[in-house]
């Protein structure tokens, strides 16, 4: 069955494709458990506390980059988990210091209060901490577990690629973050903002791609066609959250929509303009889809995510 | 020449200690100097908020912890760097967001307005998760070497576990925070309040003399009987810093003193009293002494470090 755009993402396509979606977020949702400390002690409240932002049901779509773009090349994607995890980790992470009062000073997320209205301030900054470490404590066990084991070179040297991939993109997600809110409010050109959501979104979904890719032992051709595919997904993804922040529905979003408008911010919407940003969406979509024609059947699911992107209604 | 305590510390050989700990200070702010992002462009306020605390002019005690316990066992410290300038990251990350109004609410360190107080709130926070992630690119990029260079299967092996062993450390520094803030004003037993410091300070000093003798290929009785030296050397620090925050100079400190009080905060010189606090601090340097015996001249920096942390004025 060779896929066309049309054909993807309708009947009983779509159905596999949500099938497989919910299997991946169930293994995802369970390697995180594993995570969770749970002893009653004096440290209970940080730990729940990251265990309420980790475990709050995002969508997982970079763990799941990291393990279907694995098994474009490799079917025992179950050596990517470790990755997977810890890039989950950091994006919670990152959630939860943008939520605080000093940066973007949200009450919801994912329809519940953010970290530090549950938490407080003080426990709601070191729960980030500990998970934006915590991912680093995932990769390092997973290190010392290869190189004890006497895995081959070629194993390790896949791990340490990807760990180091991983350091500079979350340098990059930090610097987007900071970007982002040292300029609200500002009038800026649509080229800072197009750099500004490279590093602040597009960082970790990038990484998710060449993480898996880079894993599974990809040549470098590959791994460089992915990495554009992943940009284009990277900033059709904002341009989608843009568009929804504008005229999403406020109970689906789980947080109250408008929002970025009410703070004066620059957005692609902005910019464009409502019928415009779709426009830009859509052909962003079309060409990340031509950058996984090679991958044949193994690219479906990816194809049913990228379509996903476009649709998505939250 | 065999050292005693009683020789250590005093005249010629103090002077050697000094120009020793300064030596070492210079290759660290070198090293750490390399890290400095200088580019003129809309990242420069974070980056520069980065060099801000990294390169305030602390102690440099756990780096120089990792290359001399190094030193012990091997020449060849300069391979020790870049875990070293990790270690160092790491803490002046911890200390930013330590400082934070939500935290500490501290407005002055090493004699100079706090992050935050020259920064502004959010770029403080962004700085100190960007300082903490710049440690993993340190040791991420060095790993990266290691295997591309196709060093020893020892050597990589080594260099991971102390990365393992680091985040780890960390978490543990973190929890640490986290108690001593949670608890702040509340009546502790003695033995929590020597968990919390176990924690927060003692874990990142442990990990400095852990690191160095595991990166130098120490055996593992080496590693234990220095990782028990760490833990003494850490008390006493903790309690020194009581003491001084008790009775030191204000300029000396280069921040208020007397603030522990104020705050109502529970220290070792609140459970012990002044004078029982010092004996405590005299019985812990002994000991870490004794610890230091079997390494006889080669030990004779440590020795002065050890001295150095009890007899310190700031």
Redesign the interface.
Known sequence: MNFSKEEYGKGEDKMEFKEELKNYQTIINQELEKYVRKEDC??K??NDAMAYSLMAGGKRLRAILVMDTYRLFKEDYEKSFPFAIALEMIHNASLI?DD?P??DNDDFRHGKPTNHKEF????A??A???L???S??A???E??KT??AEES?EE??NK??A??E???A??RM??G???D???EGQMISLD?LK?IHKNKTGALLKLGVKMGAILAGAPKEDIERLSSYAEKIGLAFQIKDDILSEEGDEKEMGKPVGNDKERNKCTYVSFYGLEKAKKELDTLIEEALKDLEPYGEKANFLRGLTLYIQTRSK
Chains 1, 2 share one sequence.
């Not at 407080?120 to 426990?123: D, L, S, V």
Request: charged letters at 25%; aromatic letters at 14%; glycine letters at 4%.
């Open positions: 004096y440290e409240k940080v210091h605080l000093e940066v407080g301030h003080a426990t900054l070191l980030g901490d500990e934006l470490n915590y680093y404590i990769m390092s066990t290190l010392l190189v004890k070179r390790l040297e340490i690629m760990f180091d991983f350091s500079h979350v340098d930090i610097i973050e900071y970007l809110t040292e300029l800072l750099y």
